[in-house]
């Protein structure tokens, strides 16, 4: 596809909005990049991806948020401090997402017709 050509490395958060439509990070993937770095919170309102403004729509922020793997991506979130709300710029190193455990089913058990397995004598 030609979205292949970006990469899909991303930095392992999982996008949501909140109540005033904001981008915001819902959770932070175990062992993800944001994770190892500490650089995301659950709770970050993503402002800006690359220097570019996002425009209350989670998708795209993902989407822009992904790319080539090592390559770090650039971040204007805003946080709750103590002193109220806080703006702060970050980067994160893109990295391939954790391999989930459970897709490596047995390829045989796919389709092998029972008719044909060798009889064991």
């Known amino acids: 596809s030609a979205m292949g050509m970006t990469g899909s490395a ?3 958060v999982e996008l949501g909005k909140n109540e005033k439509g904001e981008v915001v990070v819902k959770d932070v993937v175990m062992h993800g990049p944001a994770y190892k770095t500490g650089r995301l ?7 800006e991806v690359e220097g570019s403004r996002v425009a209350f729509n989670a998708d795209d922020a993902y989407r822009s948020m992904r790319g ?3 390559k770090p991506v650039k971040l204007k979130i805003k946080r709750k401090g103590l002193l109220g709300d806080e703006t702060l710029t970050t980067s994160i190193p893109r990295d391939d997402p954790p391999a989930p455990k459970e897709e490596k089913k047995p390829a045989q058990t796919l389709s092998q017709p029972r008719a044909q397995s060798p009889a064991n004598k």
């Open 10 to 12: 991303n930095v392992g």
């Open 68 to 70: 080539e793997k090592g």
């Open 41 to 47: 919170m659950k709770g970050d309102v993503i402002l």
